[in-house]
């Protein structure tokens, strides 16, 4: 996803946490979290809702 990107990418922060924590966001705007739906994104999901041809997955 990185290679595709790199020149849409300005800022890329990579937070080290522990018990499961895996958040995606945009922005300010959560669109993936791992904790809320009880699962990790499915391959090419992420790309997906950060093109815009997914709704985020929050809260599901």
């Known amino acids: 996803m990185l290679k595709a990107r790199k020149r849409a990418i ?4 990579l ?3 522990d018990g499961g ?3 995606v966001t ?4 959560l669109v993936f979290s791992k904790l ?5 994104p499915e ?3 992420i ?3 950060l093109d815009g041809q997914q709704a985020p997955v ?3």
């Open 43 to 45: 391959d090419g999901e």
């Open 15 to 17: 937070v080290p946490s």
């Open 36 to 40: 809320e739906c009880g699962r990790f």
């Open 10 to 13: 300005s800022e890329l922060i």
């Open 21 to 23: 924590c895996f958040e």
């Open 58 to 60: 929050v809260g599901v």
């Open 26 to 29: 945009k922005g300010d705007t």
């Open 47 to 49: 790309a997906a809702i």
